[in-house]
């Protein structure tokens, strides 16, 4: 029998757990009598969730599997971690919060089947329900990130998609310790069709993404699929360097001419401080892509798992 591999994050969702599973169940009497196999991935928890895990796989032991990370590594390491343990034909990614509607999987599992597309993925029309400021900086991540990479992404785009086994190879290929898996999943290609639906709320829980993490994530995006950040170092360095050499001209001619000390020792004081502050904006810009670099050769695990059934 065919079968589809679900991949599913899960960090301190001890309520959305049992809310996941039976809606899950409910829809594959739609997926033209594929086996549906679920993988959950515990990233370090610190709630019940595990046992909420344990539950189920005992519950349905030839259906249900998940491994428990020892510590928090984050969703990227959760997704990498499903898509070398899976062996389905098919390899979906859904969040268990609800969010990501269930009911298009069987869409999806048509979008390849019936239309030959490689990966069906889905796509938010709107951000309905979320802080006004969250929904600014996420518009304004996708603008500047789509301006400076080669590698589109789209605005409202999600994790959730259906793919073929062929993609998740191609992935897999991908070892790279710093991830950002929305970038991956369209720089290896591949024929892609995206279905829109309507932004949900949580099915029950908080999320763990506050503003902060939210942030240094599109930080580490950027970073991964672009270098325009050092070209952009490299003119403000310039740019710093023309105008102070200009001024220092000015100053020079200045005393030659008119003669008597330099008056605005004020304003001299705010340029130094200003050129500075540029050069260390330039030196964090390189220096995060040397910390990448850094974290790359030490060749440390993605993930370190604790328990796997």
């Given amino acids: 029998m065919k079968k589809i591999s679900l991949i599913v994050p899960c960090f301190n969702e001890q309520e959305t757990i049992p809310l996941f599973y039976p809606t899950l169940e409910k829809i594959k009497p739609q997926l033209r009598g594929y086996?549906?196999?679920?993988?959950?991935?515990?990233?370090?928890?610190?709630?019940?969730?595990?046992?909420?895990?344990?539950?189920?796989?005992?519950?349905?032991?030839?259906?249900?599997?998940?491994?428990?990370?020892?510590?928090?590594?984050?969703?990227?390491?959760?997704?990498?971690?499903?898509?070398k343990a899976v062996k389905g034909d098919y390899?979906?990614?859904?969040?268990?919060?609800?969010?990501?509607?269930?009911?298009?999987?069987?869409?999806?599992?048509?979008?390849?089947?019936?239309?030959?597309?490689?990966?069906?993925?889905?796509?938010?029309?709107?951000?309905?329900?979320?802080?006004?400021?969250?929904?600014?900086?996420?518009?304004?991540?996708?603008?500047?990130?789509?301006?400076?990479?080669?590698?589109?992404?789209?605005n409202g785009v999600r994790d959730y998609r259906l793919m073929t086994r062929q993609v998740v190879n191609a992935i897999l290929e991908m070892s790279e310790y710093n991830r950002f898996s929305k970038g991956i999943f369209s720089w290896v290609g591949f024929d892609t069709k995206y279905l829109e639906y309507e932004n949900r709320d949580r099915s029950a829980g908080n999320t763990s993404w506050s503003f902060w993490k939210?942030?240094?994530?599109?930080?580490?995006?950027?970073?991964?699929?672009?270098?325009?950040?050092?070209?952009?170092?490299?003119?403000?360095?310039?740019?710093?360097?023309?105008?102070?050499?200009?001024?220092?001209?000015?100053?020079?001619?200045?005393q030659l001419i008119v003669g008597g000390s330099v008056a605005g020792w004020a304003s001299l004081v705010s340029i130094v401080l200003m050129i500075g502050g540029l050069q260390l904006l330039?030196?964090?810009?390189?220096?995060r892509y040397i910390g990448n670099i850094y974290l790359e050769t030490k060749k440390r695990p993605i993930y370190i798992i604790k328990e796997k059934k």
Avoid at 56 to 79: C, M, T, W
Avoid at 235 to 249: D, E, M, T
């Fill in 282 to 287: 330039c030196l964090g810009i390189v220096g």
């Fill in 35 to 83: 086996k549906l196999e679920y993988w959950f991935i515990n990233d370090g928890s610190k709630d019940d969730t595990l046992i909420e895990l344990q539950k189920l796989q005992n519950k349905d032991p030839n259906q249900v599997h998940y491994i428990s990370f020892s510590r928090n590594f984050g969703k990227e390491a959760a997704l990498y971690a499903g898509l």
């Fill in 91 to 154: 390899v979906a990614v859904m969040d268990v919060d609800l969010q990501d509607p269930p009911d298009q999987l069987p869409e999806m599992l048509a979008g390849i089947e019936d239309e030959g597309y490689d990966i069906v993925g889905t796509r938010r029309k709107n951000r309905q329900g979320e802080p006004k400021i969250r929904s600014f900086f996420s518009d304004l991540f996708y603008k500047v990130i789509n301006k400076i990479s080669s590698t589109e992404i789209l």
């Fill in 214 to 254: 939210l942030f240094r994530y599109s930080i580490e995006g950027i970073v991964d699929f672009s270098d325009a950040p050092l070209s952009i170092a490299s003119f403000i360095g310039l740019f710093s360097f023309v105008i102070a050499a200009i001024a220092l001209i000015f100053i020079v001619i200045r």
